[in-house]
C-alpha cells in the first residue's frame, strides 16, 4: 500500500493551495481518507476526513469553513483544498486510510509520508 501526498509548497498568508494524495495498492473506494497534520514541536492533529463515497465529510474546528475534502475514486485520489490560509496552518500535511470514519490517528490503517504546507506572514 502506497499514499503518496503532493502539492505542498508555499504560500501567504491568505492564500490558497489543495495537496492531493494518491493511493495505490488497496481497494481505495471501500476506505475512509482522512488529512492529518504536524508542526514542529507539536503532536500530530486531525484535519478532516471523507466517507468512501464522499457522501460524509467531517472537519477539524479550526479548519472548517476554509478546507475542503474532496476524493475522486476513479483516480484514487483524495484532495484538501485549503483557503484562507494563516501562519498556523503551516505543517506536514499527511494522508491516511481507515475502514470507518474517524478522527483518531491510531484508528487508521495506513499512512503516507507528508507534504510541506508553510504559510508565511
Known amino acids: 500500500v502506497q499514499l503518496q501526498a503532493s502539492g505542498g509548497g508555499l504560500v501567504q498568508a491568505g492564500g490558497s493551495l489543495r495537496v492531493s494524495c494518491a493511493a495505490s495498492g488497496l481497494s481505495f473506494s471501500r476506505y475512509f481518507m482522512g488529512w492529518f497534520r504536524q508542526s514542529p514541536g507539536q503532536e500530530r492533529e486531525f484535519v478532516a476526513t471523507?466517507?468512501?463515497?464522499?457522501?460524509?465529510?467531517y472537519y477539524a474546528d479550526s479548519v472548517k469553513g476554509r478546507f475542503t475534502v474532496s476524493r475522486d475514486n476513479a483516480k484514487n485520489t483524495v484532495y484538501l483544498q485549503m483557503n484562507s490560509l494563516k501562519p498556523e496552518d503551516t505543517a506536514i500535511y499527511s494522508c491516511?486510510?481507515?475502514?470507518?470514519?474517524?478522527?483518531?490517528?491510531?484508528?487508521?490503517?495506513?499512512w503516507g509520508q507528508g507534504t510541506l504546507v508553510t504559510v508565511s506572514s
Open positions: 491516511a486510510a481507515a475502514k470507518w470514519l474517524t478522527t483518531r490517528s491510531y484508528e487508521y490503517d495506513y
Open positions: 471523507i466517507s468512501w463515497s464522499g457522501d460524509n465529510t
